[in-house]
């Protein structure tokens, strides 16, 4: 299996703040990089597919870069709504496989 | 407005079979790949199977020998059936579409998803 590695595990930050979130494979995966947003007793949402490109109805603050093994998640300006749990996933082979999540907290 | 709903027992036995559907509505289930998704309490994701309306499936390896996934096209549903289960088992199960209609496994993403259903497995 493709091991998916999220750092960091958790994250304090301020509303307004610039946040980055990154996500490691354990082999290449071209660009088959999802980012999923997870708030609690929700199910996940999807933000960002093929690493970069944003799922409709998403806000633009939220983007995606990377290839091969290396990948981020960028909110540009943190809104109190995107205080929750984000989850990269990898969808080159099966099984897919997803990260351990970013659990991203209020300072 | 596409939908996935989640139904079947919140408690199973352990060695007993944890039997899901999960019915779509909006849109044919004829397209498309349709997933199963765990996550054990304060954990996280865990993807189980999919199906495509072919009847083409991928399985998880660490389940497949416990898992089966099916799709009734005449009633627009698809289940998820998990043998000898264990404590271990224990999750909220969400069923979710993969967002590619071609039929390609490789490069999807998964755009709607059910609200989930605990399951329990416990005597």
């Known amino acids: 299996d493709i091991q998916m590695t999220q750092s960091p595990s958790s994250l304090s930050a301020s509303v307004g703040d610039r946040v980055t979130i990154t996500c490691r494979a354990s082999?290449?995966?071209?660009?088959?990089l999802n980012w999923y947003q997870q708030k609690p007793g929700k199910a996940p949402r999807l933000l960002i597919y093929?690493?970069?490109s944003l799922q409709s109805g998403v806000p633009s603050r939220f983007s995606g870069s990377g290839s091969g093994t290396d990948f981020t998640l960028t909110i540009s300006s943190l809104q109190p709504e995107d205080f929750a749990t984000y989850y990269c996933?990898?969808?080159?082979?099966?099984?897919?496989?997803f990260g351990q999540g970013t659990n991203l907290e209020i300072k | 407005q596409v939908q996935l709903q989640e139904s079947g027992p919140g408690l199973v036995k352990p060695s007993e079979t944890l039997s899901l559907t999960c019915t779509v509505s909006?849109?044919?289930?004829?397209?498309?790949?349709w997933n199963w998704i765990r996550q054990p309490p304060g954990k996280g994701l865990e993807w189980i199977a999919n199906?495509?309306?072919?009847?083409?499936?991928n399985y998880n390896p660490s389940l497949k020998s416990r898992v089966t996934i099916s799709r009734d096209a005449s009633k627009n549903q698809f289940s998820l059936k998990l043998n000898f289960v264990t404590a271990a088992d224990t999750a909220v199960y969400f069923c979710?579409?993969?967002?590619?209609?071609?039929?390609?496994?490789?490069?999807?993403?998964?755009?709607?998803w059910g609200q989930g259903t605990m399951v329990t497995v416990s005597s």
């Open positions: 979710a579409r993969g967002r590619r209609r071609d039929g390609i496994n490789v490069g999807d993403a998964f755009d709607i």
């Open positions: 909006g849109v044919s289930i004829s397209s498309h790949y």
């Open positions: 199906i495509y309306y072919s009847g083409n499936t």
């Open positions: 082999q290449s995966i071209s660009n088959y």
């Open positions: 093929v690493a970069s």
């Open positions: 996933q990898q969808t080159y082979t099966t099984p897919q496989t």
